[in-house]
């Protein structure tokens, strides 16, 4: 499996980025895809998930009506567009498949992350 995860980079508070993930080696339509990011000195944490669909997503508190994910199978690619950006948003992204598991949910697989410096 193998997740490339694009898009990040350098945006000013209130900015917006759109990040973009590249899926092979699995079958994308099957999966529930989502991301997970990772500050400095921070454990990994979940941002947001979609359905194998489409139609059902999922988001932490923090990021509510700021960020969206979607996807297009057609393409093997999740993306998440993220606006009104703060500086508590810099980390690492990374796109994962997501297991839910007793409710929470769990990343199955990992690829490289991309970076998100949100600057005040």
């Known amino acids: 499996v193998q997740l490339q995860a694009s898009g990040g980079g350098l945006v000013q508070a209130g900015g917006s980025l759109r990040l973009s993930c590249a899926a092979s080696?699995?079958?994308?339509?099957?999966?529930?895809m989502g991301w997970f990011r990772q500050a400095p000195g921070k454990e990994r944490e979940f941002v947001a998930a979609?359905?194998?669909?489409?139609?059902?997503?999922d988001y932490t508190d923090s990021v509510k009506g700021r960020f969206t994910i979607s996807r297009d199978n057609a393409k093997n690619t999740v993306y998440l567009q993220m606006n009104s950006l703060k500086p508590e948003d810099t980390a690492v992204y990374y796109c994962?498949?997501?297991?839910?598991?007793?409710?929470?949910?769990?990343?199955?697989?990992w690829g490289k992350g991309t970076q998100v410096t949100v600057s005040s």
């Open positions: 979609v359905s194998w669909s489409g139609r059902s997503t």
């Open positions: 994962t498949a997501v297991t839910y598991y007793g409710g929470s949910p769990r990343g199955d697989h």
């Open positions: 080696g699995l079958i994308f339509s099957s999966y529930t």
